[in-house]
């Protein structure tokens, strides 16, 4: 098992509602990523960051927003959920050391 | 940006067979190449990569390949079993220090006993 963490693991918010996730990254690493993956696909990219910085973007709106802590932990928050929003979020967090890139558990979205 | 396409979307295969996916990717730039495997309801494990200043890697009954010119890569599998029933994942990025990684959209890989 890696060291990264998410929580919560599932949730259900009502279309309209605001969600925070978190995510703990692996003791050592600098690195947060975190990506979309609805049912039956590939993870999508939403956003990086990097030493609490964003550090690139994919194709998300701006509802979808971060944060990255000093202790490198990191929050995805979302705004305005839509049905589509419903779907596995992962982060992943890497260090400035090495590529590989170690997953969370994930946490269950469910918009209704 | 990096698009990465990944075929066959379904695979299944005799246990003991040999299992192939092969990816291709738009980004000459792109220098750094994982595979995932991600088992249902679980999250999506490393078991593979490979960089670009080398053309093949082997890990047991697992390897890659990667032709630069081409920009593809391929996963082979040998002597499948059971337990490597589960959805794989090719992905491309830049080996920077922080550039994000490009998913295939995923191969699901059954093994019949």
């Known amino acids: 098992e890696t060291g990264v963490t998410q929580s919560p693991t599932h949730l259900i918010k009502t279309r309209g509602q605001q969600v925070t996730l978190r995510c703990s990254s692996q003791?050592?690493?600098?690195?947060v990523s975190w990506y979309q993956q609805a049912l039956g696909q590939g993870p999508q990219f939403i956003f990086q960051?990097?030493?609490?910085?964003?550090?690139g973007r994919g194709n998300f709106p701006p509802r979808f927003s971060g944060l990255q802590f000093p202790n490198y932990s990191s929050e995805l928050n979302v705004n305005a959920l839509e049905l589509d929003d419903s779907a596995l979020y992962l982060c992943?967090?890497?260090?400035?050391?090495?590529?590989?890139?170690?997953f969370g558990q994930g946490t269950r979205l469910t918009v209704v | 940006g990096e698009n990465v396409e990944q075929h066959p979307s379904t695979l299944s295969v005799q246990e003991g067979d040999s299992a192939v996916i092969k990816c291709t990717y738009s980004?000459?730039?792109?220098?750094?190449f994982p595979w995932y495997k991600q088992e249902l309801g679980k999250r999506p494990q490393l078991i593979i990569d490979?960089?670009?200043?080398?053309g093949e890697k082997k890990d047991q009954r697992i390897a890659v390949t990667l032709n630069k010119t081409a920009k593809h890569f391929s996963l082979h599998i040998t002597e499948t079993q059971p337990e490597d029933s589960a959805v794989y994942f090719c992905?491309?990025?830049?080996?920077?220090?922080?550039?994000?990684?490009?998913f295939g959209p995923g191969t699901s890989l059954s093994v019949i006993p």
């Open positions: 992943a967090s890497s260090s400035d050391r090495a590529t590989e890139a170690f």
């Open positions: 003791s050592g690493h600098n690195t």
């Open positions: 960051y990097y030493r609490e910085e964003e550090n």
């Open positions: 980004d000459s730039a792109s220098n750094y």
């Open positions: 490979i960089r670009s200043n080398v």
């Open positions: 992905a491309a990025s830049m080996w920077t220090s922080y550039d994000k990684v490009i």
